[in-house]
């Protein structure tokens, strides 16, 4: 998955995490130093504000400078999923790591 996000960032795109986790996404990063990857890491834990808020998507595209629509957001829980899709995000649910990449490819991201 880490290879993907790399691809992506080579070509340019924008690559962010946006969990609802505690501070246990920020000791799995200080153990595996997955951070690096990404552009910028926003978790609830230290904003304040879960998926399950709807106005956290606009709040996150904002601080990204990107618009909705040319925002993919990629979550397992399908009512993230919805949220995002109502904040006018593209959206991908998660299933497993061959649907996803399936998807990526499909969407020439990878």
Known sequence: MLEAVRSMRQRGIKAAILSDQSDWLD????KYH???YFDVVFNSFHIGKTKR?????GEI????KVKAGETLFVDDNIGHIDRATAAGLQTCHFKD???FMKRMQELHLV
Do not use: G, V
């Open 61 to 64: 595209l904002q601080e990204l």
């Open 27 to 30: 000791q799995l990063d200080a």
């Open 53 to 57: 808020d709807p106005t956290i998507f």
């Open 34 to 36: 997955f951070f690096q």
């Open 97 to 99: 790591r061959d649907d």
